[in-house]
């Protein structure tokens, strides 16, 4: 269970494990692609606090894991992406307007 009650769609700990043993691959395609995984981490996580950057990865772990769902239902490539862009702004506008909410709950005024 989750912090939220609800069950995990996504065994993260077991993923992380499979993605460190990819990791350790030595052929050239593996190494290209870790090397453009570290340069998308290294990009996205200036955009994220300190706090956040766990919980980021958490969620593109859980994105690449649907999407790899996706790619076995043969979808094209620029669907799935286009499906995860859909997914990721409904989660941003959610929270938005969870903490907008919250805002109004204790009076207090969010300057957005």
């Avoid at 993260?12 to 030595?26: D, V």
């Avoid at 606090?49 to 239902?73: F, H, V």
């Amino acid at each position: 269970m989750t912090d939220t009650g609800i069950p995990p769609l996504y065994d993260e700990e077991r993923g992380l494990r499979e993605l460190a043993r990819h990791r350790l691959k030595r052929d050239a395609l593996t190494r290209g692609q870790v090397v453009i995984a570290d340069q998308l981490a290294e990009h996205m996580q200036r955009h994220f606090s300190a706090e956040e950057i766990e919980t980021a990865g958490r969620a593109l772990l859980l994105a690449a894991a649907s999407c790899a769902q996706l790619a076995q239902d043969e979808l094209p490539s620029s669907v799935v992406v286009n499906i995860l862009g859909f997914a990721a702004g409904r989660m941003v506008t959610d929270g938005r307007a969870w903490l907008d909410a919250q805002a109004g709950e204790d009076g207090s005024d969010d300057d957005r």
